[in-house]
């Protein structure tokens, strides 16, 4: 397995542990993505496993979309198990495919985006009243990667960086870099 792989599914299985825990009554909650609530947030979680399940069988990210949940855990699962059987197939991390970002490797891709869950962890975790708890080498790569990539960040779901401690912990910085209040 790929250290971008290995990233990318350990901060899958962190959003999904917060997903499990999620009460029925908090899908409704509002989040820390401004506009979206928890429901919106996974079914933007579901919605990205979709597409890189697409592009890890050939199928380029233009053709994804932000699905419409029906039963929000369930839904989550399916695409969960989705995503990880259509990364486990052999050479699915070397197809390359549209992205977003130009054409890239699965692989690369996926290194990319890890970041995605991982932010999200935190978003759903908020909006449903549970404890942020997100894996420190995760949390300093992904605030790394989004330190490098600076002001090509900011937009829709991004805001301007909110000013945090030298001495705040990753978690804080990762989750202030990328426009929230930690």
């Given at each position: 397995?790929?250290?971008?792989?290995r990233?990318?599914?350990?901060?899958?299985y962190?959003?999904?542990?917060?997903?499990?825990?999620?009460?029925?009554?908090?899908?409704?909650?509002?989040?820390p993505?401004?506009?979206?609530?928890?429901?919106?947030?996974?079914?933007?979680?579901?919605?990205?496993?979709?597409?890189?399940?697409?592009?890890?069988?050939?199928?380029?990210?233009?053709?994804?979309?932000?699905?419409?949940?029906?039963?929000?855990?369930?839904?989550?699962?399916?695409?969960?198990?989705?995503?990880?059987?259509?990364?486990?197939?052999p050479?699915?991390?070397?197809?390359?495919?549209?992205?977003?970002?130009?054409?890239?490797?699965?692989?690369?891709?996926?290194?990319?985006?890890?970041?995605?869950?991982?932010?999200?962890?935190?978003?759903l975790?908020?909006?449903?009243?549970?404890a942020?708890?997100?894996?420190?080498?995760?949390?300093?790569?992904a605030?790394?990667?989004?330190?490098?990539?600076?002001?090509?960040?900011?937009?829709?779901?991004?805001?301007?960086?909110?000013?945090?401690?030298?001495?705040?912990?990753?978690?804080?910085?990762?989750?202030?870099?990328?426009?929230?209040?930690?």
């Amino acid at each position: 397995m790929s250290a971008n792989r290995r990233r990318y599914v350990k901060a899958l299985y962190g959003f999904d542990a917060v997903v499990q825990r999620v009460e029925e009554s908090c899908w409704g909650s509002e989040s820390p993505c401004e506009g979206w609530s928890a429901l919106d947030v996974l079914a933007h979680n579901v919605g990205m496993c979709e597409m890189i399940a697409g592009i890890a069988r050939g199928i380029p990210a233009d053709t994804a979309q932000h699905p419409t949940l029906g039963n929000p855990k369930k839904d989550w699962i399916d695409a969960r198990d989705d995503v990880l059987e259509a990364l486990d197939q052999p050479g699915a991390l070397e197809i390359e495919v549209g992205t977003p970002w130009g054409h890239l490797a699965v692989d690369r891709f996926v290194g990319i985006v890890a970041v995605d869950p991982l932010l999200h962890t935190f978003d759903l975790a908020k909006s449903s009243g549970q404890a942020v708890v997100l894996d420190e080498e995760l949390a300093k790569a992904a605030y790394n990667q989004l330190e490098k990539a600076g002001d090509m960040i900011r937009g829709e779901r991004f805001g301007p960086a909110v000013p945090v401690a030298p001495d705040a912990s990753i978690t804080d910085k990762l989750i202030a870099i990328a426009g929230r209040n930690p």
